[in-house]
Protein backbone atom coordinates (compact mmCIF):
# COMPACT_ATOMS: atom_id res chain seq x y z
CA UNK A 1 0.00 0.00 0.00
CA UNK A 2 1.16 3.30 -0.76
CA UNK A 3 1.17 6.19 2.05
CA UNK A 4 -0.70 8.51 0.15
CA UNK A 5 -3.42 7.19 -1.44
CA UNK A 6 -3.86 4.08 0.94
CA UNK A 7 -4.44 1.87 -2.44
CA UNK A 8 -2.91 -1.14 -3.57
CA UNK A 9 -0.62 -0.91 -6.72
CA UNK A 10 -1.15 -3.05 -9.18
CA UNK A 11 -4.91 -4.62 -8.27
CA UNK A 12 -8.05 -4.13 -10.90
CA UNK A 13 -11.33 -4.66 -9.67
CA UNK A 14 -13.42 -7.45 -10.83
CA UNK A 15 -16.28 -6.72 -13.08
CA UNK A 16 -19.63 -7.19 -11.12
CA UNK A 17 -21.77 -10.17 -11.93
CA UNK A 18 -25.20 -9.58 -14.04
CA UNK A 19 -28.01 -9.96 -11.51
CA UNK A 20 -29.82 -12.95 -11.13
CA UNK A 21 -33.23 -12.69 -12.42
CA UNK A 22 -35.69 -12.65 -10.17
CA UNK A 23 -38.25 -14.83 -9.62
CA UNK A 24 -42.19 -13.93 -10.39
CA UNK A 25 -44.02 -12.32 -8.21
CA UNK A 26 -47.26 -15.14 -7.27
CA UNK A 27 -50.64 -13.21 -8.04
CA UNK A 28 -53.32 -12.39 -5.19
CA UNK A 29 -56.37 -13.92 -4.28
CA UNK A 30 -58.22 -12.81 -7.11
CA UNK A 31 -55.13 -13.29 -9.62
CA UNK A 32 -54.15 -9.97 -10.17
CA UNK A 33 -50.91 -8.34 -10.10
CA UNK A 34 -50.63 -5.00 -8.64
CA UNK A 35 -48.74 -1.93 -9.56
CA UNK A 36 -48.95 1.35 -8.61
CA UNK A 37 -48.18 4.57 -10.75
CA UNK A 38 -47.35 8.31 -9.79
CA UNK A 39 -47.05 11.65 -11.52
CA UNK A 40 -47.12 14.70 -10.29
CA UNK A 41 -50.29 14.74 -8.04
CA UNK A 42 -51.70 11.36 -10.06
CA UNK A 43 -51.95 8.30 -8.52
CA UNK A 44 -52.93 5.24 -10.58
CA UNK A 45 -53.71 1.67 -9.04
CA UNK A 46 -53.25 -0.72 -11.12
CA UNK A 47 -54.32 -4.47 -10.88
CA UNK A 48 -53.84 -6.72 -14.48
CA UNK A 49 -54.36 -10.79 -15.03
CA UNK A 50 -54.33 -12.71 -18.17
CA UNK A 51 -57.44 -12.20 -20.08
CA UNK A 52 -59.44 -10.83 -23.51
CA UNK A 53 -57.74 -7.36 -23.69
CA UNK A 54 -60.20 -5.30 -22.03
CA UNK A 55 -59.20 -2.14 -20.18
CA UNK A 56 -61.33 -0.41 -17.78
CA UNK A 57 -61.11 3.05 -15.60
CA UNK A 58 -63.21 2.92 -12.10
CA UNK A 59 -64.09 6.70 -10.99
CA UNK A 60 -64.79 7.11 -7.80
CA UNK A 61 -65.47 3.66 -6.77
CA UNK A 62 -68.56 3.60 -8.53
CA UNK A 63 -68.41 4.25 -12.90
CA UNK A 64 -66.41 2.17 -14.62
CA UNK A 65 -65.01 3.40 -18.26
CA UNK A 66 -63.06 1.94 -21.40
CA UNK A 67 -60.06 3.91 -22.31
CA UNK A 68 -61.70 5.32 -24.93
CA UNK A 69 -64.07 6.58 -23.03
CA UNK A 70 -61.82 8.37 -20.42
CA UNK A 71 -59.08 9.45 -21.98
CA UNK A 72 -59.81 11.28 -25.53
CA UNK A 73 -56.50 12.49 -26.33
CA UNK A 74 -54.96 10.13 -28.38
CA UNK A 75 -51.25 10.36 -26.81
CA UNK A 76 -52.87 9.34 -23.27
CA UNK A 77 -54.67 6.54 -24.67
CA UNK A 78 -50.91 5.44 -26.88
CA UNK A 79 -49.51 6.64 -23.19
CA UNK A 80 -51.35 3.80 -21.38
CA UNK A 81 -51.64 1.38 -24.08
CA UNK A 82 -47.15 1.48 -24.49
CA UNK A 83 -45.85 -0.73 -22.10
CA UNK A 84 -48.52 -3.86 -23.71
CA UNK A 85 -47.58 -3.13 -26.89
CA UNK A 86 -43.93 -3.15 -26.42
CA UNK A 87 -43.64 -6.40 -24.70
CA UNK A 88 -45.94 -7.74 -26.67
CA UNK A 89 -49.09 -8.41 -24.19
CA UNK A 90 -51.77 -5.91 -25.57
CA UNK A 91 -55.14 -7.77 -26.25
CA UNK A 92 -53.57 -10.75 -24.25
CA UNK A 93 -53.87 -9.12 -20.60
CA UNK A 94 -57.26 -7.50 -18.20
CA UNK A 95 -56.22 -4.35 -16.91
CA UNK A 96 -58.00 -2.83 -13.67
CA UNK A 97 -57.08 0.89 -12.79
CA UNK A 98 -58.78 3.02 -9.88
CA UNK A 99 -57.43 6.95 -11.21
CA UNK A 100 -57.03 9.89 -8.28
CA UNK A 101 -55.77 13.29 -8.76
CA UNK A 102 -54.04 14.90 -11.53
CA UNK A 103 -54.92 15.93 -14.69
CA UNK A 104 -55.66 13.33 -17.66
CA UNK A 105 -52.22 13.73 -18.86
CA UNK A 106 -50.71 12.80 -15.57
CA UNK A 107 -53.03 10.08 -14.71
CA UNK A 108 -51.82 8.60 -17.97
CA UNK A 109 -48.34 8.65 -17.38
CA UNK A 110 -49.19 6.97 -13.83
CA UNK A 111 -51.51 4.27 -15.10
CA UNK A 112 -48.42 3.51 -17.57
CA UNK A 113 -45.60 3.46 -15.12
CA UNK A 114 -48.22 1.17 -13.10
CA UNK A 115 -49.28 -1.22 -15.82
CA UNK A 116 -45.10 -1.66 -16.60
CA UNK A 117 -44.81 -2.47 -12.72
CA UNK A 118 -47.51 -4.94 -12.79
CA UNK A 119 -46.04 -6.41 -15.64
CA UNK A 120 -42.52 -6.70 -14.12
CA UNK A 121 -44.23 -8.74 -11.69
CA UNK A 122 -45.86 -10.99 -13.62
CA UNK A 123 -43.13 -11.65 -16.32
CA UNK A 124 -39.64 -10.96 -14.71
CA UNK A 125 -38.10 -11.16 -18.24
CA UNK A 126 -39.79 -8.40 -19.67
CA UNK A 127 -38.35 -5.85 -17.24
CA UNK A 128 -35.43 -5.61 -19.81
CA UNK A 129 -37.92 -4.01 -22.60
CA UNK A 130 -39.70 -2.02 -19.98
CA UNK A 131 -36.75 -0.59 -18.94
CA UNK A 132 -35.11 0.34 -22.02
CA UNK A 133 -38.22 2.36 -23.37
CA UNK A 134 -38.11 4.10 -19.77
CA UNK A 135 -41.43 2.89 -18.33
CA UNK A 136 -40.33 1.89 -15.21
CA UNK A 137 -38.75 5.06 -14.14
CA UNK A 138 -41.01 7.94 -12.48
CA UNK A 139 -40.82 11.11 -13.66
CA UNK A 140 -40.05 13.13 -10.41
CA UNK A 141 -40.69 16.54 -11.75
CA UNK A 142 -43.45 18.30 -8.73
CA UNK A 143 -44.80 21.77 -9.06
CA UNK A 144 -42.51 24.84 -7.11
CA UNK A 145 -44.88 26.19 -4.76
CA UNK A 146 -45.65 29.36 -4.61
CA UNK A 147 -43.76 31.86 -2.71
CA UNK A 148 -44.93 34.87 -0.53
CA UNK A 149 -44.33 38.26 -1.55
CA UNK A 150 -44.30 36.67 -5.69
CA UNK A 151 -47.48 36.40 -7.58
CA UNK A 152 -46.28 32.61 -8.18
CA UNK A 153 -43.33 30.23 -7.84
CA UNK A 154 -40.85 32.46 -9.62
CA UNK A 155 -43.18 35.35 -11.00
CA UNK A 156 -42.91 38.50 -9.16
CA UNK A 157 -45.70 41.10 -8.63
CA UNK A 158 -45.44 44.23 -11.07
CA UNK A 159 -42.36 47.00 -10.24
CA UNK A 160 -43.78 50.35 -9.45
CA UNK A 161 -40.82 53.13 -9.16
CA UNK A 162 -43.03 55.36 -8.15
Not at 140 to 159: I, L, M, S
Amino acid sequence: MTETTGMMIGTTAAPAPAPAPRAPVKPDSQGFWKGTGRRKTAVARVRLKPGTGEIKIIINRKKTKKVDEYFTEIRDRSDVLSPLKVTGTAGKMDVVARLNGGGFMGQAQAMRLGIARALKDYDPALEGALRDNGFLTRDPREVERKKYGQAGARRRFQFSKR
